[in-house]
């Protein structure tokens, strides 16, 4: 079972305002319900990304907003911090060699044709599947950390953390990718 966006959303938006921690919200869900969801979101955005030109995703509709090709390998080099995260929670022995994002937009990189994102996309996306394979039934359920920026934190945390962080870039990357869309139709009557 997937969690409608539009429920993350309100979600979201009642911890922003005060009304629920990232941890009670995040633990409304199961590991399931969050990973599916993430699978749903992430699988949209590749096959949208699949329609595209290497002109579609080198351009940005306004000054100062990243293009398709900043978002896209923003999400796929930030996904590191939230794949640590997930292995820190697991209770079996995994040693994961991964190099962590450590700044706020890491990762955006410009002028990657289409076909390199969608390549990046696909790893990203197996090495996602991965963890979560190697994690969701070897996480230990009563370990809570707290974060500096999110508090009181869980395995499911970090995978509502990833979600969101998944599903606000990439339905950017959609409705710009939409756009793009839209004007190459126009063009074309």
């Known amino acids: ?29 199961t590991a399931e319900e969050l990973i599916d969801t993430f699978k749903r979101v992430r699988a949209k955005t590749a096959r949208a990304l699949s329609d595209l030109s290497d002109s579609d995703v080198a351009v940005s509709l306004a000054e100062g907003s990243w293009s398709i090709s900043e978002m896209i390998t923003h999400l796929v080099h930030t996904q590191e911090n939230y794949e640590a995260a997930l292995f820190n929670f697991a209770t079996a022995s995994f040693a994961p060699s991964l190099v962590i994002a450590r700044e706020f937009g890491s990762g955006a990189q410009s002028n990657l ?23 969701l039934f070897f996480y230990d359920p009563l370990k809570i950390i707290d974060h500096p920026a999110y508090g009181q934190s869980n395995y499911n945390s970090w995978l509502f953390y990833l979600l969101m962080h998944e599903a606000d870039h990439g339905m950017q990357a959609y409705t710009l990718m939409q756009q793009l869309q839209q004007r190459r139709q126009a063009k074309r009557d």
């Open 1 to 29: 079972m997937t969690i409608e966006l539009e429920t993350l959303r309100k979600w979201v938006g009642e911890v922003f305002q005060g009304k629920h921690t990232f941890y009670e919200v995040s633990n409304r869900f």
């Open 113 to 135: 044709s289409a076909k390199a994102l969608q390549r990046l996309l696909e790893d990203a996306t197996d090495r996602a599947n991965n963890v979560f394979e190697r994690t």
